[in-house]
């Protein structure tokens, strides 16, 4: 199995950056990609940012893209998600999650970390 947890959460005021982090561990060589996810309160979770585990082929939302980027830390088995230019619409708990595949599916997942963002 592989576990998954997330911190770096917190409060901050519009326009202020956040970096989110994920300690991945256990079974890392079963996974292909690791992503962000964040579910809005009253909202579906959604896919906010990708990348594969090896390294590169980076993905994200549109409404992130140019604002959060997301990296790894090999040494550590850290995963980041830099999150600049926040906006209020941006306050979700925030879910890391591990893939075995190349699909949208994800297989393991954190227990979430609480970003707010004041206006």
């Known amino acids: 199995q592989v576990q998954l947890v997330e911190s770096g959460g917190g409060l901050v005021q519009a326009g202020g950056s956040l970096r989110l982090s994920c300690a991945v561990s256990?079974?890392?060589?079963?996974?292909?990609?690791m992503g962000w996810f964040r579910q809005a309160p009253g909202k579906e979770r959604e896919f906010t940012a990708s990348m594969a585990w090896s390294g590169g082929l980076t993905s994200y939302a549109d409404s992130v893209k140019g604002r959060f980027t997301i990296s790894k830390d090999n040494a550590k088995n850290t995963v980041y998600l830099q999150m600049n230019s926040l906006k209020p619409e941006d306050t979700a708990v925030y879910y890391c999650?591990?893939?075995?595949?190349?699909?949208?599916?994800?297989?393991?997942w954190g227990q979430g970390t609480q970003v707010t963002v004041s206006s």
């Open positions: 999650a591990g893939s075995v595949g190349w699909d949208s599916r994800y297989d393991f």
């Open positions: 256990g079974r890392t060589l079963r996974l292909n990609q």
